[in-house]
């Protein structure tokens, strides 16, 4: 178990890289400590298995250092970085039976074959495959033969970081959730470095105790669930992460206030320095659905659709030209009726080109 | 209940005709001719399971089947593994795959009797290319015109290049269709190139390997017509 450390990582397919968009990774900086659940998220081609390969070191980067404990493994192959990795399609080898395919990574090594034993014994227990160890593995089901190749990865006690590409991709969604909680509950159990990769944001924020969202080769924010929830500094996480996202909705900013169709907007705090004045760039205001509330007072809108999913309702309404989202429990306003919206204060940020521009308060009381 | 529609039958009557014609009809005056004897002018003679017995019988035609079975077995065991090889040492992708394709390909898209044909003048021993270069220029004699062993090793050298093509392209079947993924696996688990072809390469190589076999013990069967003729 290690700590990983990413120092200015850049990668690029193309042989001469010129410009910023030939990289599919652009300038990585990144800490990942040691026994830590990590989820890597992000949209498809951002970027994440290519990051995953390149610490793993399938992948050579064409710039930067990968260090494990401060140790440089740059220019190691995979086999002596002690790493493992899970494919997003289960790799098993078929002719051999789930005993030996667990052995398997043990046996390469010269592992003693008492200790073999031993070992492959404890994480086929682990993972409640113990009455399937004599069976051949070309007939698991996709499930099993994914619970076959994390405890290849497993097996060994060596291993400085576990790696998962996307594993629930061919699981039956009702097997999904249980191989999920059981993933969770071997990172309690053996207390190793995992990173996760997912472009399902449900599977990131249960799996996950920091999350890492990246977005066109960058990492945008880095933070538990409940942080990217409530404060996500990028209007693509408050975008990406929730369903419904973060309402974003243009506005101008005079004299420190931001205007929205004409109404004073009320921030969480401060806006924060633009280059020249406070409203240079493209400023926005993101405010998620669940902190909008409908009240006698405040932004007047329309209300276009409604949406009972259950347990809360989403509302589309609009502001002149711009729909926003609001999510009410209980009874939701009629279509096409006139009202108010009211915007938390606290959960109401200004965000200037994508990138958040407003000062949190510290709480008072 | 669905209804069952007979006259569609009549659908594949033209195929069955066609069929008839060119296969079924023949092969059964084959069989026909196999109970008959005749001195010629087109009369015959009912003769029963004599041929059979006498062919049954016959120490030339054991002789010739433990031939036939004793080359089948040499190439086999001379393509397979060549082949494998072959197929391993193959690029999987780039430029050059289309290119070693039809190379590989080109051998077996010649007629088999145009491969015997050509082959027989290519090793006559004084005016064949080969047997000119092997008698003349390297000084080895060489005739497989009247010596057994440069006849059996001209039969399986033509077979090996006529037919080693086939092997490569099944093997370089099975091996492209192996996702990235295993490999990836395969090497973050330490596995030595060896386990790799072993766990990973030769399993996938199997579900079509089988066909070479399949087409050597059919190389015996078409043979046994030719000696009772």
Redesign the interface.
């Known amino acids: 178990m290690a700590r990983i450390t990413l120092s200015q990582l850049r990668h690029s397919y193309l042989p001469n890289p010129k410009g910023p968009d030939d990289y599919v990774l652009k300038d990585i900086d990144l800490d990942w400590h040691d026994g830590g659940a990590y989820a890597l998220l992000g949209p498809s081609g951002c970027g994440k298995s290519t990051l995953l390969n390149i610490i793993s070191g399938l992948l050579a980067p064409s710039e930067g250092r990968i260090l494990f404990d401060g140790k440089d493994v740059t220019d190691l192959p995979p086999e002596q970085r002690n790493i493992a990795q899970v494919f997003q399609f289960p790799v098993i080898y078929d002719t051999m039976t789930v005993y030996n395919n667990l052995a398997f990574p043990l046996r390469n090594r010269g592992v003693d074959e008492a200790v073999v034993k031993d070992r492959v014994t404890k994480i086929a227990e682990m993972l409640d495959v113990t009455e399937m160890l004599q069976k051949p593995a070309a007939g698991l089901s996709p499930d099993n033969k994914q619970k076959i190749s994390m405890g290849r990865g497993l097996v060994r006690d060596d291993v400085n970081v576990v790696m998962f590409d996307e594993p629930l991709t061919v699981i039956d969604p009702h097997l999904k959730w249980t191989l999920r909680s059981k993933l969770k509950e071997l990172h309690q159990k053996v207390r190793a470095t995992m990173i996760y990769v997912t472009h399902d944001q449900t599977e990131a924020l249960t799996f996950a105790d920091q999350v890492v969202v990246m977005e066109d080769g960058q990492i945008v924010q880095i933070g538990t669930p409940v942080e990217l929830f409530e404060r996500p500094t990028h209007t693509f996480v408050g975008h990406f992460i929730g369903s419904p996202g973060m309402n974003i909705l243009p506005c101008n900013v005079q004299n420190g206030q931001a205007l929205f169709e004409g109404h004073t907007v009320v921030l969480e705090g401060p806006i924060e320095a633009g280059t020249v004045d406070q409203g240079a760039g493209l400023t926005q205001i993101g405010i998620r659905p669940e902190f909008i509330t409908f009240g006698a007072t405040g932004v007047p809108a329309t209300v276009r659709k409604v949406a009972d999913i259950g347990r809360h309702s989403v509302v589309d309404t609009v502001v002149g030209e711009t729909l926003i989202k609001v999510i009410v429990e209980g009874a939701a306003p009629v279509q096409g009726a006139a009202t108010h919206l009211r915007f938390d204060p606290s959960k109401t940020r200004l965000y200037r080109d994508g990138w958040i521009a407003t000062q949190a308060l510290e709480a008072a009381e | 209940m669905k209804k069952t529609y007979q006259k569609a039958w009549f659908l594949v009557l033209p195929v069955l005709l066609l069929v008839a014609f060119n296969a079924l009809i023949p092969m059964m005056t084959v069989v026909n001719y196999s109970v008959q004897e005749t001195f010629g002018n087109n009369l015959f003679f009912w003769e029963g399971l004599g041929w059979f017995e006498k062919l049954l019988n016959s120490d030339r035609f054991h002789a010739a089947l433990g031939r036939q079975f004793m080359f089948t077995g040499l190439i086999l065991v001379i393509e397979v593994p060549l082949g494998i090889a072959i197929a391993l040492a193959m690029p999987r992708q780039g430029i050059w795959v289309p290119f070693f394709l039809v190379t590989m390909a080109l051998p077996m898209l010649i007629p088999w009797n145009v491969v015997g044909a050509m082959w027989n003048i290519f090793t006559l021993p004084d005016i064949g290319l080969l047997g000119y270069f092997m008698n003349h220029t390297l000084g080895i004699d060489y005739n497989m015109t009247q010596d057994p062993f440069a006849a059996w090793a001209t039969i399986i050298t033509m077979d090996v290049w006529h037919w080693t093509s086939l092997v490569v392209l099944l093997s370089y079947a099975g091996l492209v269709s192996i996702?990235d993924?295993?490999y990836?696996?395969a090497?973050?688990?330490?596995?030595?190139k060896w386990?790799v072809f072993r766990?990973?390469q030769l399993?996938k190589m199997k579900q079509v390997l089988p066909s070479p076999f399949c087409c050597g013990s059919w190389t015996v069967l078409i043979s046994i017509p030719r000696y009772s003729s």
């Open positions: 996702p993924a295993y990836q696996a090497k973050i688990d330490g596995a030595s386990a766990y990973i399993p």
